[in-house]
């Protein structure tokens, strides 16, 4: 069964670096997702990309967060500079066409000190 | 905008035993709905969805769920549990007119810990 790939799986980082989650989707899906969970909280979402554009983000996704589709393959969240409430698990999500659910990577989980 | 309320943080249940997640929501739009697992140091695994039709869905795992419009609902249920089933269980709606996004609201989840 094809699966969203998601690395590392855990990363750990000093806070006011810059970090850079990855993501491999599904090859024929078109849109693609991350999402966040801190711990004891809710899944939340970040931002959605489509067409190689970001079509819809939350107000949590502000300037310290970009992301990427560099070679048609990868999907990637940057974190500019991490702060320590940026410590939480984060999801990369892929959908085909239509709202048949999607498919999640098992997270990231990203720890700032 | 959507809300979606776990009533319940933590179920713990004997092997064997039923079991009901409840979950409720809140939309101005109308939405589809969704249970998600998560295993320990897993990822989020779609266990059913209701698009449309009938309002009791089945899922894997032996578990189902049912829409009700007028309660704004969607329990989970299973009618005998494993010590397998040990997970957190997140609720999930988006809305059906979503274009091209059909982001996901998730409720805060709900730990089922099955003893034996």
């Known amino acids: 069964e094809p699966e969203v790939t998601q690395t590392p799986s855990h990363q750990v980082t000093q806070m006011g670096q810059e970090v850079i989650l990855r993501c491999v989707p599904i090859?024929?899906?078109?849109?693609f997702y991350w999402y966040r969970q801190i711990l004891g909280q809710k899944v939340e979402f970040l931002v959605s990309?489509?067409?190689?554009?970001?079509?819809?983000k939350s107000e949590i996704f502000d300037d310290q967060f970009s992301v990427e589709r560099p070679d048609g393959s990868n999907f990637t969240l940057k974190i500019r500079s991490t702060k320590l409430e940026d410590s939480a698990m984060y999801f990369c999500?892929?959908?085909?066409?239509?709202?048949?659910?999607?498919?999640f990577g098992s997270g990231t989980r990203l720890t700032v000190v | 905008a959507q809300s979606v309320t776990q009533l319940d943080s933590q179920v713990p249940v004997f092997e064997e035993a039923p079991v009901e997640l409840r979950c409720n929501y809140s939309?101005?739009?109308?939405?589809?709905l969704f249970w998600y697992v998560q295993y320990p140091n897993q990822g989020l695994q779609l266990l059913l969805k209701?698009?449309?039709?009938?309002?009791l869905v089945k899922g894997i795992n032996g578990f189902e769920a049912e829409f009700n419009k007028s309660q704004t609902s969607f329990h989970l249920r299973k009618p005998s549990v494993h010590i397998s089933d040990t997970a957190e269980y997140f609720c999930?709606?988006?809305?059906?007119?979503?274009?091209?996004?059909?982001?996901?609201?998730f409720g805060k989840g709900t730990l089922l810990t099955v003893n034996p």
């Open positions: 939309s101005s739009v109308s939405v589809y």
């Open positions: 999500a892929s959908r085909g066409q239509g709202q048949g659910g999607y498919t």
């Open positions: 209701y698009l449309s039709g009938s309002t």
């Open positions: 090859s024929n899906h078109l849109y």
């Open positions: 999930a709606v988006s809305p059906i007119s979503g274009g091209s996004n059909y982001k996901l609201t």
């Open positions: 990309f489509y067409n190689n554009e970001i079509s819809e």
